[in-house]
């Protein structure tokens, strides 16, 4: 599967339901070329417009199913949702 395909897949958390939103990044290690962690932008700033300033960084072996449309990842909320490294 190419991170294109993955792109389009929409992530659902199975614990609550949550709809998470589309893989953006991926992250993996240089030596072995596996995935380590699926990164989904997290949510908006105020009313959607200001932009995001965190991201759920979610670990591969957090994902049950990749689906024809779905990412299922069991995950706590709290856990993966990290600052952006970038700001």
Not at 40 to 45: D, H, R
Not at 52 to 76: F, M
């Amino acid at each position: 599967m190419r991170l294109c395909e993955l792109r389009e897949k929409e992530v659902i958390n199975i614990c609550d339901g949550e709809k998470l939103g589309n893989v953006c990044d991926l992250d993996f290690d240089v030596k072995t070329g596996r995935i380590c962690s699926l990164i989904i932008p997290g949510p908006c700033k105020v009313f959607g417009i200001l932009g995001r300033d965190h991201e759920y960084i979610i670990p591969y072996s957090d994902v049950q199913r990749i689906g024809a449309d779905v990412i299922l990842v069991e995950v706590e909320m709290e856990k993966c949702l990290h600052k952006c490294e970038w700001n």
